[in-house]
DNA sequence: GCAAGTCGATTACATTTGTAATCAATGAGG
DNA sequence: CCTCATTGATTACAAATGTAATCGACTTGC
């Protein structure tokens, strides 16, 4: 499974999880005011992601179209994870802590959040 | 400032977080258990993290003591940030919802949190 | 039909990272 | 004194990563 995705692969995942299936061309018109990554680039990484399992291509005429193979929301999962694990022992609430403290969140965003958390304990 | 810290490094500066100053000798015994690595490799990464400016070294007799330059609540907040910002677009409560979704908040760690936001609006 | 463009594939190459062997200096035991 | 252990420094080297040039095959406009 899922060997890990660097983080210029994780730009170009990103595009493809907003919108796909999309050609090499597409996806690096889509980078191109993020990144400054020539097509030869994009085209590398696309390649990485598809033998990393992340992608699969279907031929589109003489060309692919390239679509996630992995969800957003499991790669999320697991990058929140690790860095939960790594950082904050495992608990969630020490980064929640950790944020809020640096961060002064907005009276919204609190309500926001306590409304999350009330729906969940019901 | 801060250059990137890589996972290996990090287990060494998560070492001298515990308990600093210390010798290489004793950061590769206190590695010992939750790493296979030689004692050249720990100095390796010492030097490294030397290098990065992580660490500072002062001489004791004939060796080093090595202790860390940078705060781990600013490591924490550093790579804390760049994950809410790559995957939640800068905003903590999608991360929480997302966690929420993959219900991966116990029940401790919702009163935890809810504790937390209580706090802030005071 | 053929030149020019378009694609993916192949190859390239510097840097970073993980992992370590080896070297050189120094200090300690006999 | 001299040998040996200890310790930091230097060097090594493969894999991953960032970034891209080049090649070869296939279209397509003339």
Redesign the interface.
């Known amino acids: 499974m899922a060997e890990r995705i660097s983080d210029a692969e994780?730009a170009v995942m990103e595009v493809l999880w907003a919108d796909a299936p999309l050609t090499a061309n597409s996806v690096a018109e889509m980078l191109a005011d993020s990144q400054s990554w020539s097509l030869p680039t994009v085209k590398t990484l696309l390649s990485r992601l598809l033998a990393k399992g992340a992608l699969a291509a279907e031929a589109e005429g003489r060309r692919f179209l390239y679509r996630p193979i992995i969800a957003r929301?499991d790669y999320?999962?697991h990058?929140?994870?690790r860095?939960v694990d790594?950082?904050?022992g495992g608990?969630?609430?020490p980064?929640?802590?950790?944020?809020?403290e640096?961060?002064a969140?907005t009276?919204e965003?609190?309500s926001?959040?306590?409304a999350?958390?009330k729906?969940?304990?019901s």
């Open positions: 994780h929301a999320v999962s990058e929140s994870r860095l790594r950082l904050f608990k969630l609430s980064l929640v802590a950790h944020l809020a640096q961060e969140l009276a965003d609190i926001e959040i306590e999350l958390l729906e969940l304990k």
